[in-house]
């Protein structure tokens, strides 16, 4: 799978819009985008993906550049519970099963 | 409802035992993996398994084995434990390959 490349940490205030960014600058034209977060002393959890164009869920919006090669995460609103690591991968189409966890970013939520 | 469970989610044990660790899931998913995230907080893959085929991480030593008894299970055995395997160890299931993947709440093992 293609590196991504993400801020170790962030931190955001409550009820306020955070905007999680990764840079993937060698991303190929199958690979997806994939985010997943892991809250403390918890397992990650899906969140969002998207291949070309922005998508959103009832969790996020996921912003997606044009060329592809960086995308932001977007929480509407933040709160306390949204305090995790956010993981941005890439999985290619063609590719085996496996996800490749980077560091991810450390999202800190400040009441 | 816990969609995807592990037991035991505390295992500590001596060097040289050997341990299993049970994953089971209700979601009806074909396709389940063995994660492990050491104390530097880094997740790597160690296994995927879909409909008997078994996809094995290069770096996954030898002493580690999945096995599934049914597709709702994959467990994982561990032959003589050493002080490095201490990790937390999860489980996940997706319904196909490349879907998203659930993740159990994780077996923290400790090997003194």
């Known amino acids: 799978d293609a590196k991504t490349t993400q801020p170790n940490s962030m931190e955001s205030n409550e009820e306020e819009p955070v905007h999680l960014p990764c840079n993937h600058s060698?991303?190929?034209?199958?690979?997806?985008i994939h985010w997943y977060r892991q809250l403390p002393s918890q397992g990650p959890e899906y969140v969002i993906h998207?291949?070309?164009s922005n998508v959103n869920n009832r969790m996020a919006s996921l912003a997606i550049a044009e060329d592809r090669k960086s995308s932001t995460l977007i929480l509407h609103r933040a709160t306390l519970r949204d305090a995790a690591v956010y993981y941005c991968?890439?999985?290619?189409?063609?590719?085996?099963?496996?996800?490749?966890f980077g560091g991810g970013t450390r999202l800190m939520v400040k009441p | 409802d816990t969609a995807v469970s592990q037991t035991p989610k505390y295992l500590v044990t001596q060097m040289g035992n050997d341990k299993s660790i049970k994953c089971e899931q209700n979601?009806?998913?074909?396709?389940m993996y063995w994660y492990k995230q050491d104390s530097k907080k880094f997740l790597k893959i160690m296994f995927s398994?879909?409909?008997?085929?078994?996809?094995i991480n290069e770096t996954v030593p030898n002493r580690f084995s999945p096995k599934s008894p049914d597709k709702a299970h994959l467990n994982l055995h561990i032959n003589s434990l050493e002080l490095g395997d201490s990790a937390v160890y999860f489980c996940?299931?997706?319904?196909?390959?490349?879907?998203?993947?659930?993740f159990g709440p994780g077996t923290r093992l400790t090997v003194t």
């Open positions: 996940a299931s997706s319904r196909r390959p490349r879907s998203e993947q659930y």
């Open positions: 060698t991303i190929s034209g199958t690979d997806y």
């Open positions: 998207g291949l070309t």
């Open positions: 991968i890439l999985r290619n189409l063609n590719a085996g099963n496996m996800l490749t």
């Open positions: 979601l009806g998913h074909d396709t």
């Open positions: 398994y879909n409909n008997k085929e078994l996809i």
